[in-house]
């Protein structure tokens, strides 16, 4: 036993020290590449046979090393990346190979770069819904990190399509029926809220879904980092949403199992669905990507945001397009802000921006969205709030006093939070005495980020302690 221990520690710091001579070469051709030089002499000179060889031997050696290390011991590392036989399509099922150019393009509107591809993080993400028939059947599981801005927007446009679009009893949308979803309601739903965003990023005449097949498509240039799935898409487009749907219903494993990379096929479909060229002219000199590299992990820029819910990656949160600045002097260049009101809406709330005066201000064709569902960006986590009463936005007299439901999508969330909004009968800061910097200091920030849209209202937690 002690010799197997003392095997296994060795083994591991083996794998440590080769590990780190890895992370060493990433760092330096990341540097080279910045640089705009490249990386000659043997690796220029390997056959595409042989770079196909080396990362199938890659993958391999992944999955064997990583079955040998101690129980408990886990290094993201040494996961392998490739997609499961199980979880890819034929290519016989019909569509088109991604080519060279469309990759880099891809690479491109989203990291800025060719260079840069996903991390552990995102590759690991995909569309996992709570216990069918629970308190939260209704709700996606998303962990912190890069990723959880897109499937909570996912997850706005699912609790659109079960409270207001589904094909059911009017009676049967009330809060009661979404924990009474079961696990064939949980894949419609979701294939519907994917189509839905796919389609409405069309501009409602197409929609393009990408999946992957067991080959890659293109020997990549030498610019160009290998993913392993990426050089292996194929691409669907649709002429009709239903037909979207139907498609995307039919192969939901390769969106919501284990392994699927499914969060990043779904970007890659919401991208080739607008389009490379209209995200192009959707975006301003202020932002020309899509993802943010930040403290070790790539974040959603607001330009993919308001692509999830408008259908357009408008880089701003105002509406319209700004054309003078604050000293009403014409601009060099117009800044892209949101152009029509969308079935979802965004309400935003950073204490850091608010206590320096920088929080910036969320136009109203976002903060009164169609329907009462808003994806919230809070401190710099994404999570959702809403209202089962679809006349909350339109009629008035509902203001006075209604009701919110708040998800984050952290699994330590047992039970959806409903909150009890007052915006008739008196003011939250009534009799606190304090400056405004303390009010937002003192107060939940769920609280605060309500009263950017309901100014002035006081918040019941009901019963419930508040933890956002």
């Known amino acids: 036993m002690e010799g197997s221990l003392q095997s296994a520690t060795q083994v591991n710091t083996e794998l440590d020290d080769i590990l780190s001579q890895i992370a060493e070469l990433d760092k330096w051709r990341e540097i080279f590449n910045t640089q705009g030089l490249e990386l000659q002499g043997c690796f220029a000179k390997r056959a595409p046979e042989r770079i196909k060889a080396e990362e199938e031997t890659e993958d391999v050696s992944r999955s064997s090393t990583s079955a040998q290390t101690p129980t408990g011991y886990v290094n993201p590392l040494m996961v392998p990346y490739s ?124 929609a393009t879904v990408s999946l992957v097949t067991p080959e890659r498509c293109f020997t990549p240039h030498l610019d160009y980092k290998l993913d392993n799935f990426t050089e292996k898409l194929q691409l669907f487009t649709f002429k009709k949403k239903e037909d979207t749907r139907k498609f995307i219903y039919e192969h939901i494993q390769c969106f919501n199992e284990e392994g699927s990379h499914g969060v990043i096929l779904f970007l890659y479909s919401l991208i080739f ?110 999570s959702v709030l809403f209202s089962p009463t679809r006349s909350l936005l339109s009629d008035w007299k509902m203001e006075h006093l209604f009701h919110l439901y708040f998800y984050n999508g952290q699994p330590t969330q047992c039970s959806t939070a409903m909150l009890t909004i007052d915006t008739h009968s008196h003011h939250w800061e009534a009799g606190s005495g304090d400056n405004q910097g303390d009010l937002e200091r003192r107060f939940p920030s769920l609280e605060m980020t309500i009263r950017t849209k309901w100014e002035g209202a006081a918040i019941d937690w009901n019963g419930t302690v508040p933890y956002f």
């Open 83 to 206: 997609i499961p036989h199980s979880l890819v399509v034929s290519p016989s099922l019909g569509g088109h190979p991604v080519s060279p150019e469309l990759a880099m393009s891809l690479r491109k509107i989203l990291f800025g770069n060719t260079f840069h591809i996903f991390n552990y993080e995102w590759k690991k993400s995909f569309f996992k819904f709570r216990e069918p028939h629970s308190n939260l059947s209704y709700a996606l599981e998303a962990e912190r990190g890069g990723a959880r801005a897109v499937q909570m927007a996912v997850q706005a446009h699912i609790i659109k399509y079960l409270l207001f679009t589904r094909p059911v009893d009017s009676e049967c949308c009330t809060m009661e029926s979404l924990g009474e979803v079961g696990e064939k309601e949980q894949e419609r739903a979701l294939a519907t809220a994917l189509a839905d965003i796919l389609w409405t990023a069309g501009e409602e005449r197409t």
């Open 273 to 382: 669905s607008r389009s490379i060229v209209r995200l192009q002219e959707d975006l301003d000199f202020t932002t020309t990507h899509l993802l943010h590299l930040g403290l070790g992990n790539f974040g959603c820029r607001q330009a993919l945001l308001n692509l999830l819910l408008t259908g357009r990656a408008s880089p701003n949160v105002f509406n319209g397009t700004l054309l003078y600045d604050e000293d009403g002097s014409p601009l060099a260049q117009p800044l892209h802000g949101v152009l029509a009101r969308s079935d979802v809406g965004y309400l935003h709330w950073s204490r850091e921006q608010a206590e320096h005066a920088k929080l910036p201000t969320v136009g109203s064709m976002l903060k009164t969205p169609k329907l009462p569902i808003w994806v919230c960006n809070i401190n710099g986590t994404y």
